[in-house]
């Protein structure tokens, strides 16, 4: 059996290949991407994948495919859900042939994503079984587990990493393949595909009853676990289950540990736990659902245990558990002191003062083609009143100062339709929405369709980088790829907006200040729905040409290259006068030539 | 069992040297885990791995003053990443410095000279690489993680040795990027091999 290096992501797909998906779907979003893309990369003829257009579009057409019979899989970030919750809501309620696991990635902390929501409560919600591992190897084998579970059942299952399984790696042991049948295809079975009021009453008595015995069998599952013994027990799930073990690994005090992998909760399993304790700790993520589930349990049992973690104070109730939080956690709810942690103080105090680092959040790239229609429509706008809403996507960082061109930002696709509100409070005001060409194609065409039939006041521009940036580079319906790098159709940005009617719509080089600074100009001058699409490939995609430089006599050190572009690669030169160019970051773009007063700045260029 | 954080700027290549050093330490029979940044940061802001290698490892991430080796990119990330260090780690800093906007737009200068300064006073195992020769030698700043590896593993801070790492590189590295990268892998171990670390501090 081969032992492979395996990335949390990398290894949910590996599992899904398993046990024989043989249809995935999904759309980009941190902290999942990698597994669609790994599927991706088995080039496995038997299975069908593709990146859809938005996650609604992506669970749909892998419902589909599990109504015939097909073992399907759809990847999102857990706010993807909230795109896809339409669908999955009612799919529970009419049910699958074949089996549909929703992997779907929540991210604590958050480190790359909206919200901190658990999707362990759209579980709940949508009265879903849900597999939380804890691992990647865990992962590995849930796949299949959840896979198994979803077929046995005939109904969708999610599958819940969340970043620390995700991008976490370790050293996986790969299993053979488990035995996989051809789809059966597709059985109209006298309407039992169409959703109607007295058919999901039914369903929804069927549900309830399929969760009862879910509970019951999750309590035998390998996955949820109870061991230990004495009169204090420590709950946990996900990630933090590790960090338990690891806090308990040096601890010579009784205590249960009972780990959770599923919803819904396995309560036979939690009663042997809670017999004959006094007292309980959970160490979670998110929500606090393990926890709760506890307290029900002892309430509907009449149970006297005292139920510690988010609700108590005990536990952190935002934010990603860390091991040494829960280590300090676990030892206080032991009654054991605090580990040690003098002698860094100590030491710190030989060597002086620490020297503070710079901060560092995260910057658009040298190079990048948003800095030049950010500061376009910037230098365009001058001391107009304009509001400028954006999206998400790698644009969101054009926030940042200098540039604080991201007045507001709030989900997929909503830039555009929040500035249509915004201008009918404030009609006097300049109304600017930013969004990629990603995520024009996953929500902001309606938006744009909106604006047309309303007859709103906006200017949209449309940041075409001829790439899904942000998540690292995915193919999206305007390049003429697929995700398994097979050519496709290519749906043309400038074409499609054109078909909507808009009449005041320009197509113009990020790069090109002048001609930017022109187009968006001209906007100004008129009313209505305008539409600019900045045109420039993403710099982590074509890597540009040569660096520019600074002819440091030249250089008046005026540093107006500095205070208005913030490009990473500018800086001051040594003497603290001139500006400088770092060649290694550099890739040529000429934003800061352009706007040097004294025409200092030389080289770079796009190669031909 | 060994605790390594490495940590840089978001598109250093960190990524890729803890994949690297996994492969290896797999290669040679140990347990791996470890955790990525990956996603908004990677633009450019700081990242940081976390590679643990041994037996029986539980979590993926190593806790304040748990890391017997830092590898870092960068000075500035190198003294925000210290709290890692435990008390006698070692670490081993590119002293090339990469700017910060922040920094840029007047937040006061980044002085990287004063970081090194520092790390020199509070790290009793230091190996500091020159940065300039190292991308002159490289033919630019894509396999800095990689002469970092060959440093690391030449100077004995790895539980593998530079023909290991080597094997690693073969196995992960396509083939058109191999030659650049065994150069940089070549040219970290020479300089593993005519600097002794620096043992200036306490």
């Known amino acids: ?608 | 069992m060994l605790n390594l954080i490495i940590t840089g700027v978001g598109g250093q290549g960190t990524v890729l040297l803890s994949r690297l050093i996994g492969q290896a330490a797999l290669d040679k029979g140990f347990d791996i885990r470890g955790s990525e940044t990956i996603g908004m940061a990677q633009r450019g802001g700081s990242v940081v791995s976390h590679v643990r290698i041994g037996a029986d490892i539980l979590s993926p991430l190593i806790p304040p003053r748990g890391a017997g080796l830092i590898i870092a990119f960068e000075p500035g990330e190198a003294v925000r990443a210290l709290p890692f260090l435990a008390t006698r780690g070692a670490m081993v800093v590119f002293d090339r410095p990469v700017n910060a906007v922040t920094s840029a737009l007047g937040g006061g200068a980044y002085d990287a000279a004063a970081m090194l300064t520092y790390l020199r006073a509070r790290v009793g195992r230091l190996t500091v690489v020159d940065g300039a020769r190292t991308i002159a030698a490289c033919g630019g700043a894509k396999a800095i993680n990689v002469a970092l590896l060959g440093v690391a593993a030449a100077g004995g801070l790895l539980p593998f040795d530079r023909a290991e790492a080597e094997r690693a590189l073969r196995a992960r590295i396509p083939a058109r990027l191999l030659d650049i990268n065994l150069r940089a892998l070549d040219f970290g171990a020479a300089l593993a091999a005519e600097a002794p670390r620096e043992r200036d501090g306490p």
Not at chain 1, 581 to 600: E, K, M, Q, Y
Request: aromatic residues 6%; hydrophobic residues 40%; glycine residues 12%.
């Open chain 1, 1 to 608: 059996m081969e032992r492979r290096l395996l990335m949390g992501n990398e290894a949910i797909a590996l599992g899904a290949v398993r046990a024989g998906v043989t249809c995935v779907t999904g759309y980009p979003g941190t902290p999942s991407t990698e597994i669609l893309e790994t599927v991706a990369r088995q080039k496995d003829g038997r299975i069908y994948v593709e990146w859809s257009v938005n996650e609604k579009s992506a669970l749909e057409v892998a419902a589909g495919a599990a109504c015939a019979g097909a073992r399907a899989m759809v990847t999102m970030k857990q706010v993807g859900l909230n795109v896809a919750s339409d669908p999955l809501m009612s799919l529970n309620y009419v049910g699958v042939r074949g089996a549909l696991v929703v992997v779907v990635a929540d991210d604590p902390g958050p480190i790359s994503s909206q919200t901190e929501q658990d999707s362990r409560h759209f579980g709940l919600f949508a009265k879903l079984a849900v597999f939380d591992p804890s691992t990647p190897e865990e992962a590995y084998l849930m796949a299949a587990d959840a896979f198994a579970c979803s077929e046995a059942q005939g109904r969708p299952v999610l599958l819940r990493p969340t970043t620390r399984v995700c991008h976490s790696y370790a050293s996986v042991t790969l299993l053979d393949e488990l035995p996989r049948r051809a789809p059966e295809g597709f059985h109209k079975d006298g309407g039992r595909w169409v959703i109607f009021p007295r058919l999901s009453y039914q369903n929804h008595l069927k549900i309830e009853s399929e969760l009862r015995a879910l509970s019951d069998a999750f309590s035998a599952y390998p996955h949820n676990a109870l061991t230990g013994r004495g009169r204090l027990g420590i709950a946990a799930g996900g990630v933090s289950y590790p960090y338990v073990r690891e806090a308990l690994a040096d601890i010579q005090v009784d205590c249960k540990l009972l780990k959770v992998s599923t919803v819904p909760f396995p309560e036979a399993l939690g009663l042997s736990f809670l017999e004959g304790l006094d007292e309980v700790l959970v160490a979670e993520e998110l929500d606090p659902v393990i926890e709760d589930a506890l307290l029900r349990l002892c309430g509907r049992r009449g149970l006297r245990a005292v139920v510690r973690g988010k609700g108590t104070g005990d536990m952190p109730n935002a934010g990603e558990n860390t091991v040494a939080g829960v280590r300090l956690a676990v030892r206080r709810f032991l009654g054991l002191p605090a580990p040690e942690g003098g002698e860094a103080a100590k030491a710190d105090g030989e060597a002086g003062e620490a020297p503070s680092p710079p901060a560092r959040p995260p910057v658009l790239c040298a190079g990048c083609p948003h800095r030049g229609a950010f500061f376009a429509v910037k230098e365009a706008v001058g001391r107009r009143r304009a509001v400028y809403s954006g999206d998400i996507g790698c644009y969101t960082l054009g926030n940042a100062p200098p540039l604080d061109m991201v007045d507001t930002c709030l989900c997929m696709g909503a830039g555009l339709t929040m500035a249509q509100g915004l201008g009918r409070v404030e009609p006097d005001t300049l109304h600017f929405a930013f969004i990629g060409d990603s995520t024009f194609f996953h929500t902001g065409l309606p938006g744009l369709v909106n604006a047309v039939y309303n007859g709103a006041d906006v200017i949209l521009c449309i940041l075409d980088n001829g790439t899904t940036a942000m998540t690292g580079h995915q193919p999206h319906p305007g390049i003429g790829r697929t995700a398994s790098g097979a050519a496709a159709p290519r749906v043309d940005i400038h074409a499609l907006v054109s078909s909507l009617g808009v009449t005041a719509l320009a197509r113009v080089d990020a790069f090109d200040l002048p001609a930017a600074k022109r187009a968006v100009a001209a906007a100004l001058g008129t009313r209505g729905v305008r539409v600019i699409l900045f045109e420039g490939p993403c710099i982590a995609v074509d890597r540009g040409g040569a660096p520019c430089a600074v002819d440091g006599d030249a250089c008046t050190g005026c540093g107006r290259c500095l205070r208005q572009l913030g490009c990473p690669a500018l800086a001051r030169a040594a003497d603290g006068r001139a500006a400088w160019i770092d060649p290694v970051l550099c890739t040529g773009c000429r934003l800061c030539a352009a706007l040097c007063p004294v025409s200092a700045i030389g080289g770079g260029g796009r190669p031909c």
